[in-house]
């Protein structure tokens, strides 16, 4: 029995989620460790499961909502375009076979070991096969191997590029049906129909990143540039409209809106580091970060993350005890295989770039990090039926795990293969 009645006013909602994950948050990166997971445990201990000082409102939920879409829009301006230069195709082997393997890994273990259906097990291949820059990115901050942290840092923007991809393909073909291609095809049912929508909704996402980077982009581009030298706020609005922009666009040609807002903050950061002979676009894409940033940190971050913890708390009371042993079974096993796909995939890549057997087990481990992408899909997937309330506990525990747990296996990895990795530069 709980000590309290929990508080269903939005004012004290916020103020408590955001006192307590904040401050979990910011005691967490002072042992550099992802403030993301501090801001998690903020809102599970507020929770049913814990203190039951707060429960989920429809007014906390749609805050949120909107928590979202700052969020991937911030996430998009802080990808390392001149990190994924230094070694372009080292970072394409090493991100593209980490997302493959990991992908692969996790559907047969949804699709085949747990029975999940087509699209769920989909879902969770395309969430779980992504790295997250800001984990690997913090853990590597002061590595002495500046070869390692740039291919990792590299390798992850191209995670990202990739999850955006496969995170559009998926979240289309589980909202539509091949219907637009019956005058071609006719009537077809069963695995043709599912081939037939991937294929189709694959078709879509292409054209949509192609008009994105070569039509928008430059279009943005020339925009922003007018407003370069104006005042400050001008362009923090301009830039924010065109996430929002981008982000209705996304969900009119059948994506999910988080894609196009993380692609507004991509091609923004790609105008900003674009060298201009007056800096006057640099010295303007420096405060629109530290500003955007400060904003981000100081109340969206700990009220969405805190608000992921008290659905986590919520869920795993709402569902009893019965369903116990299928979450902790669910967590070893998606934890396991998730640290795996990472390992071997991210492995294999370095190994075909002539990297030392060493140096490539320890990019594989750096690159095993999830983060406030997974978070912010996984609870997309909830609020569309994708993930019943014992998946959506079992993949948000997996991902704090990858995140607690990468830069413990990253620091005992170093150590193992020290001495080899010191007389060699990878």
Not at 139 to 154: S, W
Not at 198 to 203: A, D, Q
Request: proline share 3%; with cysteine.
């Amino acid at each position: 029995m709980s000590l309290f009645q929990p508080f269903d006013d939005i004012l004290i909602g916020l103020l408590l989620l955001l006192l307590l994950s904040r401050s979990l948050g910011l005691l967490f990166h002072r042992i550099k460790i992802s403030p993301i997971a501090g801001e998690v445990l903020g809102g599970l201990l507020l929770s049913p499961l814990l203190l039951n000082i707060l429960s989920e409102t429809p007014e906390l939920l749609t805050f949120s909502e909107f928590a979202i879409i700052v969020i991937m829009f911030h996430s998009g301006l802080y990808t390392d375009f001149s990190s994924f230069r230094q070694y372009r195709w080292t970072s394409i082997v090493v991100g593209a076979l980490g997302v493959v393997v990991s992908f692969a890994l996790i559907f047969i273990l949804s699709f085949l070991v747990f029975g999940m259906s087509l699209e769920t097990s989909l879902f969770l291949g395309a969430i779980l096969s992504n790295s997250a820059i800001e984990v690997s990115s913090a853990m590597l901050a002061n590595t002495k191997f500046d070869k390692l942290r740039t291919i990792v840092v590299g390798a992850s923007f191209i995670d990202d590029i990739l999850a955006v991809f496969v995170l559009g393909v998926v979240l289309s073909f589980v909202r539509t049906t091949p219907g637009i291609l019956l005058p071609v095809f006719g009537e077809v049912t069963g695995i043709t129909s599912s081939v037939l929508s991937l294929v189709w909704t694959s078709l879509k996402v292409v054209a949509f990143l192609l008009v994105t980077f070569y039509v928008l982009s430059k279009l943005s581009h020339k925009i922003l540039d007018r407003f370069a030298a104006k005042r400050f706020e001008i362009i923090l609005s301009v830039g924010f409209l065109f996430a929002l922009g981008l982000g209705i666009f996304a969900k009119w040609v059948g994506l999910h809106e988080v894609i196009g807002v993380y692609l507004a903050g991509l091609i923004l950061s790609q105008w900003g580091v674009t060298p201009d002979p007056m800096l006057t676009r640099g010295i303007a894409w420096m405060k629109f970060k530290r500003s955007f940033t400060n904003m981000m940190e100081a109340l969206f971050s700990p009220i969405f993350f805190g608000v992921v913890g008290l659905l986590l708390g919520t869920n795993l009371v709402n569902e009893g005890g019965d369903s116990v042993p299928f979450i902790i079974l669910g967590v070893v096993l998606f934890s396991f295989f998730a640290f795996m796909g990472k390992i071997v995939g991210c492995g294999m890549g370095a190994r075909l770039k002539k990297i030392v057997p060493s140096g490539a087990l320890l990019i594989g481990v750096a690159m095993g990090g999830r983060g406030a992408l997974e978070f912010i899909l996984i609870k997309s997937g909830l609020k569309e039926g994708l993930l019943s309330p014992d998946e959506f506990s079992i993949v948000i525990i997996v991902t704090l795990i990858t995140i607690l747990l990468t830069p413990v296996l990253y620091q005992l990895t170093s150590g193992w293969k020290k001495e080899e990795l010191e007389k060699t530069d990878l």
